[in-house]
Structure formats: C-alpha cells, structure tokens
C-alpha cells in the first residue's frame, strides 16, 4: 500500500512538475533528502536491510532473499556486465564470472579496484569509467556515454547483465542488444516510476520478483530470440 501511494505521488508531481523536479529544484532536493531521512530512522525495512549489510559485508547491496537465486543462475565462465561497481563486483567475481563493469564515480571505481586487486580478481574484471560529476543536472552527452560503454563489445553478448547504477532507464534501453539469447538480467530498484514501464514490458520474461519493503529486485530470463526492444 505504501509503495503504491509513493508511486501515485511520483507520478502526481512528474504530470504537474515534470520527470526533472529534482534536478532543477535545490528546495525539492533537500525536501526529498530530509523525507529519506525520517524514514530510514523510522522504517523497520530499512533497519532490516541496514543489518544485512552490515552481517553480510561480502554479500551485494541487492534485496537479501534475491541473492540466492541469483546464485543458483550463476555459472563460471559466464560473460558478465553490470552498470554500477561495488560489492557486487567481488561477489560476481568470485562466482567465476569475467566481468565489465560500468562506474560513474572515479574515486569508488578506484575503491572498488583496489579490492579486486586485494583479492586476486583484477585480470577477471574490467572496469570503465564514465565520470558522472553531480548527482543532478546531467547533461544528454554524460547519459548517453555513462549507458552505451558496453556497445563497444558488440557484437560480442553477455550471459549476465546487472542494471544497477546510473540512468537504469538509459542503461535498461541498450539490455536488449547486449544480452544473449537465455541470458540472465537482474534489475535493482525496478520499484521506481522512471523504470516501471520499461521493466512491465519485461514482465513475460521475468523468473525472480523479490521486495524488501523499500527495494525491488527483478530477475528476467532472455528467450532464444533475445530481448525485445525498449526503445
């Protein structure tokens, strides 16, 4: 019920507001920040899932019951790429996958690499910074760069494909010509009104649907004949 009434405000303010609200309004900004806020202080979800992580340091910051399944998908060998870097850049790894993995933020990319080095992983795992600068004003060229990166790879596919940082609408856009044919794809935060429509065309292929309260994690399966397009 909660989700539902967020989601019908999200959608009240993009038709009266417009999908950019937060990125021109500093007032919107912080009103949104200080609501995040009182709710992680108030949520039982977001206590829950804050001592996951904390319980788990090695796990990815995904729905916790999604893990598993996630896992029971996972191959060695398999060809992976995700947008976004992090915890789930070791775990994947240490799954056997070889990896891509899209950053937008120089200084975590940097974070994140000198794990993988730490635990003998860096020749396993590509990573490729976009430099996404602020969290608001993004401009069409940042966008565009942070979610086609992987098109370089083509005509090359991935058995993997994790949607998980930056612009997850752009990002979800290309999924279809760089996801094989039977491949896996994993969408965090599919609750978001901005990625909603995208992940509903979706809904045919999807083989995982796990919630936490505040996060949705989504599992899809390509068929043979790919994804469909989501232009």
């Not at 500093?26 to 992580?53: D, K, T």
């Not at 994993?186 to 990625?195: G, I, R």
Request: glycine letters at 6%; a neutral charge.
């Amino acid at each position: 019920m909660k989700r539902r009434l967020f989601h019908a405000a999200r959608v009240a303010s993009n038709r009266l507001f417009g999908t950019d609200l937060m990125h021109r309004s500093p007032l919107a900004r912080r009103l949104w920040a200080g609501w995040q806020a009182v709710v992680r202080q108030l949520s039982p979800a977001y206590r829950r899932q804050a001592r996951f992580e904390r319980d788990n340091p090695d796990a990815p910051w995904l729905v916790p019951e999604s893990i598993p399944f996630i896992e029971g998908l996972l191959r060695p060998g398999m060809r992976g790429l995700e947008w976004g870097a992090g915890r789930s850049t070791l775990w994947l790894a240490r799954h056997g996958l070889t990896l891509v993995s899209v950053e937008g933020r120089r200084s975590w990319r940097e974070q994140v690499a000198q794990w993988l080095a730490r635990d003998g992983f860096t020749a396993q795992v590509e990573l490729i910074t976009v430099d996404v600068h602020q969290e608001y004003d993004f401009d069409a060229a940042t966008v565009d760069a942070y979610a086609s990166a992987p098109l370089r790879f083509l005509p090359q596919r991935f058995d993997f494909v994790m949607v998980d940082g930056h612009f997850r609408v752009a990002c979800l856009r290309q999924v279809p010509a760089l996801l094989a044919p039977g491949g896996i794809l994993v969408v965090d935060n599919a609750e978001t009104a901005d990625v909603q429509p995208l992940v509903e065309r979706l809904a045919p292929y999807r083989i995982g649907d796990f919630d936490n309260g505040i996060w949705l994690t989504q599992i899809y399966r390509a068929p043979d004949v790919g994804l469909p397009p989501l232009d």
